[in-house]
């Protein structure tokens, strides 16, 4: 027999090996192409999604600070007690636009205002927002009255001429809490010392609530916290002032809008609260 019949057969079997490699070659690159253009047709109707989206709310946002949305006109600010405003810290630096961010809510009629960042930016550009701001007065000014949430007698005092606001960092929380539990303790170890050892000698939610008050650290709790910023988080703004509270991301603060603000602060007058009930 001759070699090259033996080896015809095996030559066969690898060219057709080859073309099969090459025919999944070209289909992976095909399968590969149909995929990127399939993303890429995704990527465009959710863009095109989002820009008319975009378009839509700053339209509402016009018609609503135009005042052709008759609705909005009339807002219950008796619900809104107290606004917490919270910023991200590198936004927080926007000062120009914190202050007109605190003149719209006064233009609007809001009394009671906290603003906060992590970083205690805006507490550091306190007295530039004041400056600004001809009916502001500083919460610690008027702390014995800063919980209308607490008696209607307080409420009375309240100087309704006034925005009363609040400035509040994530340091503030940290050490609230340190002094808070440290009077629990101090408390609860003279007792025990007094009483000799007792059951049932837990920390709940009140006596916290009392230790913050104590030690002039229980701010009024805001019904509504509005968020300027990328997250969609409180950013660490304090907890046990946040039970019943409602959160409204808002987007960047440069893109803040009058209308839309108008928009959270009505949306919030108009939905009914149980508290837990």
Known sequence: MFPGKKAFPFQRQMELRNEMQRAYCCIAQIGNLVLLLLWHILHFIVSIFYFVLGIARVAESYFISSGFLKKYKS??????????????????????????????????????????????????????????????????????????????????????????????????????VTKAANLLFMKYLKLNK????????????????????????????????????????????????????????MGPLKSMRYGSLIKAIYKFTMVRQNYGK
Request: glycine share 8%; charged share 25%.
């Open 75 to 176: 807002l219950n600010l008796g619900k809104l007690r107290c606004l917490a405003i919270v910023i991200e810290s590198e936004e927080a630096y926007q000062t120009l636009q914190v202050i007109e961010l605190l003149q719209w809510l006064g233009a609007i009629g809001v009394k009671s205002v906290c603003l906060y960042d992590k970083e205690g930016v805006m507490k550091k550009s306190k007295q530039a927002i004041l400056g600004k701001l001809n009916n502001a007065v500083i919460f610690e000014v008027l702390s014995s009255i800063c919980c209308p949430k607490e008696s209607s007698e307080n409420d009375k005092l309240v100087d309704h001429n006034h925005m009363m606001l609040e400035f509040a960092s994530f340091s503030d929380g940290k050490e609230a």
């Open 194 to 249: 007094l009483a000799g050892d007792q059951e049932g000698q837990i920390f709940t939610e009140p006596h916290m609530a009392e230790a913050l008050k104590a030690i002039g650290c229980k701010g009024a709790d805001p019904d509504l916290l509005l968020v300027y910023g990328p997250a969609r988080c409180h950013l660490g703004f304090p907890i046990w002032r946040i039970r019943y509270t409602e959160i409204v991301h």
